[in-house]
């Protein structure tokens, strides 16, 4: 449901041009893409909190939220219910 945006999301984030839109459910993040760095995790929580209207606490997060696209749909999802 959020899969889409999220997607739209971390391709603009990380400047990922048409690499981003290759990105699946299963689309390792973590360690795969490069320019998945400690500060792009956090202006991708920014972004994140921006367009959906929440708010992530640092400690609601961790690497598997960031394992891939499916498990970070995952997180937003269980913030939006």
Do not use: R, W
Request: hydrophobic share 45%.
């Amino acid at each position: 449901m959020y899969l889409e945006d999220i997607k739209t999301i971390l391709t603009d984030v990380l400047s990922l041009g048409d690499a981003g839109k290759a990105l699946n459910e299963q689309s390792a993040l973590l360690g795969s893409i490069p320019e998945l760095d400690s500060m792009a995790v956090v202006n991708l929580m920014a972004a994140l909190e921006e367009h959906f209207g929440i708010t992530i606490d640092d400690d609601e997060i961790s690497a598997s939220t960031f394992e891939t696209l499916g498990s970070l749909n995952a997180f937003v999802k269980q913030k939006l219910a």
